[in-house]
């Protein structure tokens, strides 16, 4: 009997505790700002790669072992990429009307 190794749980795991920690950074103590925490999403491209090469390296020799990619885990990393996207256009918008606008915070 096959054992199932999910691949990119891992991966999903550690990027919603590391941008969870960035938007909190950015929250309670403006430490960090939207627009870098946007600059940082090649990252979670670069660690599901490294986690789908580790697994695939291994795992592949071995026959009692299937890899299963986590679709729920990859969709949920895109959701994530996509909200910090949305967050950081927000924050330069509101900069930039802040700036040059009319609008008074």
Not at 8 to 23: E, K, N
Not at 27 to 53: N, Q
Request: charged fraction near 15%.
């Amino acid at each position: 009997m096959k054992t199932t190794r999910r691949v990119g749980s891992l991966t999903c795991g550690i990027a919603m505790v590391g941008f969870g920690i960035l938007f909190l950074l950015n929250t309670l103590f403006h430490v960090v700002d939207y627009t870098e925490i946007f600059s940082l999403w090649p990252l979670l491209l670069i660690c599901m790669g490294a986690e789908m090469l580790a697994a695939n390296w291994k795992y592949s020799d071995t026959e009692r072992f299937h890899l299963v990619y986590d679709k729920g885990a990859i969709v949920l990393l895109i959701l994530v990429t996509l909200f910090s996207i949305g967050m950081g256009i927000t924050d330069y918008c509101i900069q930039y009307a802040l700036e040059y606008g009319h609008i008074y915070l």
